[in-house]
């Protein structure tokens, strides 16, 4: 079974400025997704960001970035221009590519609570 | 479109009762996930349905149950409470098939077991 590991429990950011949450994997898979999403206080998650692991490309998504190393089974959320909204806990996830037999579960890792500061 | 619904959003039950939960998907989505989130274990999956069948199932006990109607609404059953599987449920539905097969979350069920 793959497992995410996130070593962050805790991060805080002043507003404007710029924070990298970290998240590792463990897989023996080629291909595969991998997903942050936002859970704020009001428990709602929401996804902020994606890649697939095919694409050498890092993903972007305005404020949000990712840096993707595939061999170092790495995949952090780089946060540009913090705003109080960004508040939350961020959750990075692997779902293996899938079938309509198997499904398309998601390997959550523990989290990062993000604290941001005026 | 209205998002994924989940009723009730809070819930107190007491050990040894059992539990329903409901789940209405995204309208046009067929896919319905479950995942538990506590404190210690984090998110975990339940299991996965599409067109009524349950095609994964995570690592929880047999007392812990669920089911698809034809109409992609979803439902899970826990039978024999116990203090720790007070927790927030969250559902999960998603458009298939697709690449990316994203999925929306609901907004969850507080349940407390007492």
């Known amino acids: 079974a793959q497992t995410v590991t996130q070593s962050q429990p805790e991060m805080s950011v002043q507003e404007a400025e710029t924070v990298t949450l970290s998240c590792t994997y463990d897989?023996?898979?080629?291909?595969?997704?991998l997903f942050w999403y936002k859970q704020p206080p009001s428990r709602q998650m929401i996804l902020v960001i994606r890649?697939?692991?095919?694409?050498?490309q890092n993903a972007t998504e305005n404020r949000f970035s990712v840096n993707f190393q595939k061999a170092a089974k790495s995949f952090s959320l780089k946060i540009s221009d913090s705003q109080l909204g960004d508040a939350a806990m961020y959750f990075c996830?692997?779902?293996?590519?899938?079938?309509?037999?198997?499904?398309?579960?998601?390997?959550f890792g523990k989290g990062t609570s993000l604290l941001v500061t005026p | 479109k209205a998002g994924v619904t989940q009723t009730p959003r809070y819930l107190i039950k007491t050990r040894g009762q059992q539990v329903t939960l409901s789940c209405s998907p995204i309208?046009?989505?067929?896919?319905v996930s479950w995942y538990q989130q506590t404190p210690g274990q984090g998110l975990q999956f339940l299991f996965e349905?599409?067109?009524?069948?349950?095609?994964n199932k995570g690592n929880f006990p047999g007392r812990f149950s669920g089911r698809q109607f034809s109409n992609s609404r979803s439902e899970m059953n826990v039978s024999t409470l116990e203090l720790g599987d007070s927790a927030l449920y969250l559902c999960?539905?998603?458009?298939?098939?697709?690449?990316?097969?994203?999925?929306?979350f609901g907004p969850g069920t507080r349940l407390t077991v007492l």
């Open positions: 999960a539905s998603s458009a298939v098939p697709g690449s990316y097969n994203e999925q929306f």
């Open positions: 897989t023996s898979e080629s291909d595969y997704y």
């Open positions: 890649q697939e692991a095919y694409k050498q």
């Open positions: 996830a692997y779902r293996s590519i899938g079938n309509s037999n198997s499904g398309y579960a998601l390997n």
């Open positions: 309208s046009g989505h067929r896919s």
């Open positions: 349905y599409f067109s009524e069948t349950q095609r």
